[in-house]
Structure formats: C-alpha cells, structure tokens
C-alpha cells in the first residue's frame, strides 16, 4: 500500500511516499481502507522535531493522526463492528498512527461510526480537532449552560468545532481572528467576534478562555478572565511566571492535549447528524499532492480543513 512517512526531521522533503505492506492488526483492532484524512498543525510541527521525544522519535515515521473510512479486516475479540461499516477517528494520538495510507489499523475503542450525514472527506476532518474542543470544554472546564467562553483564532477548525459545541451547550460565545474572520464565527453561531488585536480592551467577566494561538495571548487574556474562571491553552505550556500571576487573580490555566476517544467521537458524530454541528473543508488533496497540503496547512491561516482524498 502506499503511505505518507516523514524520513527524518525537517522540512517537506523529508517526507516520501512509500510503498510497503499493509498493517496486521490485533485482537482489538480494525483494518480500515481510507477513503480520506485530516491535515492538522501537529503534522508539521511533528515533522520539524518540536515534539521529539525518544518514545515517538520512529523512522520512517507514519505520518496521519484522523482518517475515514470502511472496515475491511475485525480483530478477534471485536464485536461492536463488521466488515464494510463505515468508520472514522482519531487514533495512538501521540504515537505514531500512520492515516495518510491506503490503510491503517485501529483501535477499536479510539473509532466511531461515520456520522450518515457526512462524505468521508468532511468525516476525516472532525475527529482530532472536534475532540479537541469537545475535551477542553467539557472533561478539562466542566463548561455551564450561560457561561462566557472566549474562544482566540475562532476560524481554524478547532474553534469552528469550539464555537459550535459550547453554542449547543448553552455558552455566551466570544470569538477573536483576522477581520476576514468574522463573518464566518458569527455564522457558526458566535454572539460577538471582536478584532484580535484590542480585545482584551472590549471585554471582561470571562469564564473561559480557549486560546489556540498561546505566546502573548495568554497573559493578554488574562485581564479578561473573572476571578474563578479558567485558561486553557493548546498551543504550549503556560510559562510559570503567568501561570503564578493568574493564580493570585483566582485564575486556573492549563495546557492540554487531546486524547483519542471513541465514545465521545459517537456523542461527536450524534450532534453532526442532528444538524447541530458542522465542518468547512478549505481544499481537498490528493496523497500525490501531500506536500502541498503539508505547506498551505503550515502558512497558518487557514479557514477550513485541509483533506486527504486517499480512494
Ligand atoms: N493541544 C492540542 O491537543 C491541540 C489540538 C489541536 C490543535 N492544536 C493547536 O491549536 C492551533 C489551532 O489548530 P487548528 O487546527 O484550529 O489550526 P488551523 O485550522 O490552521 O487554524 C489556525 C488559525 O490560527 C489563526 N492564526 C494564525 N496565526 C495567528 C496569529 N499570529 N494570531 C492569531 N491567530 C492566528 C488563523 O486565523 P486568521 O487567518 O484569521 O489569522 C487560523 O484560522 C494549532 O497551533 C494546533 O497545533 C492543539
């Protein structure tokens, strides 16, 4: 089969298209044939080395973190699944998983049921960053009906996926972006977009802020928070100094990661058959073109997903 594998650290040209064979699974997995993948920032920033460490650091690296697909192959101790179901995921999240292939094997509790309502290329985008925010708001920030979330960089797909989640749950959405952004996160159901670059001047009495971009924004985002309310950040770790300053303000921040996770992807793929949650595809790639998608996704300002198209 063929499958995207990064060679060494570095840039684009460190990753090859091979062809090797296909993945046996275990007893508890699934051999999906993958109709699509998603492209995600961790992606490139795996592939330059920012997350080297010795239990990760496998070459040939399978690249690929979420997929779609259709079962063709059930481990033995599998009984939640057949052969031909329609599946998608996130999975080993952060260990190598190997999605840009023709096939991949999974675990079967990191899949779920394609959402029936989806084409497998809008199914590969949802796993990684829907978990994302289905994770922070709800496991990591216990989100309340009529809380005040803001959400920075709200038009990638995380926040899309952010927006859209702590909407339904009854949140008071504040998102941040570019100008070009704001139609989209009001569209997505934000109450207000204000510009990234005052909005900690325009707002206060946050209970949440998810902030997807990190650096200066923590400590900016920190006026905004009321006492008792909480910072989740994706991008890095909080810097001590800012996390002891938002400790005197009673204010709890946190970086976090997401987790492959088969029974929240299904309450996931749920809300997207009920209409009530829904992804924007930026452009679709083929695994020839793999380079390509790597380079637009690192450009950063993306409004959508970046897809896979595999079969
Ligand atoms: N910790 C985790 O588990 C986890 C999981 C998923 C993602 N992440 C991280 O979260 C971030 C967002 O992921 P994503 O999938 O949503 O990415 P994405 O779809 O590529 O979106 C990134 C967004 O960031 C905005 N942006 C770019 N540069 C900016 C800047 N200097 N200031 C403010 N906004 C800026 C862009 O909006 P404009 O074009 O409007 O500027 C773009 O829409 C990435 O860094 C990713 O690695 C972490």
């Not at 997929?67 to 059930?74: A, L």
């Not at 452009?283 to 073109?289: A, K, N, T, W």
Request: hydrophobic share 45%.
């Amino acid at each position: 089969m063929k499958i995207a594998r990064m060679h060494e650290f570095g840039n684009v040209d460190v990753v090859k298209l091979d062809n090797i064979d296909k993945p046996k699974i275990k007893s508890d997995e699934v051999l999906v044939a993958v109709h699509a993948a998603g492209i995600n920032p961790i992606d490139w920033k795996v592939r330059e080395g920012h997350y080297s460490n010795p239990e990760t650091d496998i070459f040939p690296f399978p690249m690929g973190w979420d997929f779609s697909g259709t079962i063709v192959e059930i481990g033995s101790d599998v009984n939640t699944y057949k052969i031909g179901d329609e599946v998608f995921g996130l999975i080993r999240f952060p260990m190598p998983a190997g999605c840009f292939a023709e096939f991949v094997a999974a675990p079967v509790n990191e899949i779920a049921h394609k959402p029936a309502s989806l084409d497998h290329e809008h199914a590969a985008g949802i796993p990684l960053v829907a978990l994302t925010a289905w994770q922070a708001l709800f496991s990591t920030a216990h989100l309340q009906a009529g809380q005040k979330v803001l959400i920075h960089a709200a038009a990638g797909a995380v926040g899309q996926m952010a927006i859209q989640i702590a909407k339904w749950h009854g949140a008071k959405v504040i998102a941040t972006g570019s100008q070009s952004a704001k139609n989209l996160c009001l569209s997505l159901g934000a109450d207000q977009f204000l510009e990234r670059n005052s909005f900690e001047d325009q707002i206060n009495d946050i209970d949440l802020v998810l902030d997807l971009v990190g650096q200066e924004y923590i400590e900016r985002s920190l006026k905004t928070i009321k006492p008792g309310g909480h910072l989740i950040c994706f991008t890095q770790p909080i810097p001590a100094e800012i996390s002891k300053k938002a400790a005197d303000k009673g204010i709890k921040t946190q970086f976090t990661i997401v987790s492959p996770n088969g029974e929240q992807l299904k309450q996931i793929a749920q809300l997207i058959d009920d209409n009530l949650l829904k992804n924007k595809i930026e452009q679709i790639f083929s695994l020839d073109q793999i380079k390509e998608a790597l380079t637009l996704q690192q450009s950063g300002h993306c409004h959508g997903k970046l897809i896979l198209k595999i079969k």
